[in-house]
């Protein structure tokens, strides 16, 4: 399949534990980007890649959140001391270009459950 | 700062309705605007999109106006399906950001 991918596609975690979230962008694909959806919210934009650089982790909402992109390929999103409120599906995106004006395509998500 | 606003579902329609979705933004400069489209169990895919004020977007009978005057985006479609049951995400693209603002979302529900 060309499409991204994301692994696990379900994660259960205790509160206070770690976890890593990859995504596999499209082959070629320079941009990465990571989004959170929560229950019964929109999506939420976190931190952007341009290469394995971020020139925008505007989005992170604390600094237990961290993410990094490695051979301008796969990137994993890093959440320490999980809580509860961290309970969501986590989505990655990729395109072609950086700025490309919207062409966005996204994987399938990881659903995130804090017990 | 940028924000889109949608209106909240969930959305109920018999097959063969006509289908509005308000979406209305509020953005400094000239934004691209999209809607995208989430079915159920899959990920969300680009609908339709329009860069300038004026153009329309259209993909699978649906169809969007960029409006500057009104700053609105809203889809519509002729006929709907119990296929086109899903959620519906108006969204703008931030360009001195790199990254998308999306709406929360419009649960769509087309019955027989």
């Known amino acids: 399949g060309a499409g991204v991918s994301q692994s696990p596609s379900n994660k259960v975690t205790e509160k206070g534990k770690d976890v890593e979230l990859r995504c596999d962008p499209i082959s070629g694909h320079t941009a990465l980007y990571w989004y959170r959806q929560s229950l019964g919210q929109g999506l939420e934009f976190l931190i952007y890649f341009q290469g394995n650089s971020a020139p925008d982790k505007s989005g992170l909402p604390s600094d237990r959140f961290s993410a990094e992109r490695t051979g301008g390929s796969v990137s994993t999103l890093t959440i320490q001391r999980t809580q509860q409120e961290d309970s969501a599906v986590y989505l990655c995106?990729?395109?072609?270009?950086?700025?490309?004006?919207?062409?966005?395509?996204f994987g399938p998500g990881t659903r995130l459950t804090v017990t | 700062g940028d924000s889109v606003t949608q209106m909240e579902g969930p959305v109920t329609l018999s097959e063969e309705a006509f289908l509005t979705i308000n979406c209305t933004y509020t953005?400094?400069?000239?934004?691209?605007l999209f809607w995208y489209v989430q079915y159920p169990g899959e990920g969300l895919q680009l609908l339709l999109k329009?860069?300038?004020?004026?153009d329309k977007g259209s993909n699978k009978g649906f169809e969007a106006t960029y409006r500057k005057e009104t700053t609105s985006f809203h889809l519509e479609k002729g006929s709907v399906q119990v296929s086109d049951s899903a959620v519906y995400f108006c969204a703008l693209w931030y360009s001195s950001a790199s990254k998308i603002i999306f709406g929360s979302g419009t649960r769509l529900s087309i019955r027989p």
């Open positions: 953005a400094t400069g000239y934004p691209s």
């Open positions: 329009a860069t300038k004020a004026d």
């Open positions: 995106a990729s395109s072609l270009l950086a700025g490309e004006r919207g062409e966005q395509y």
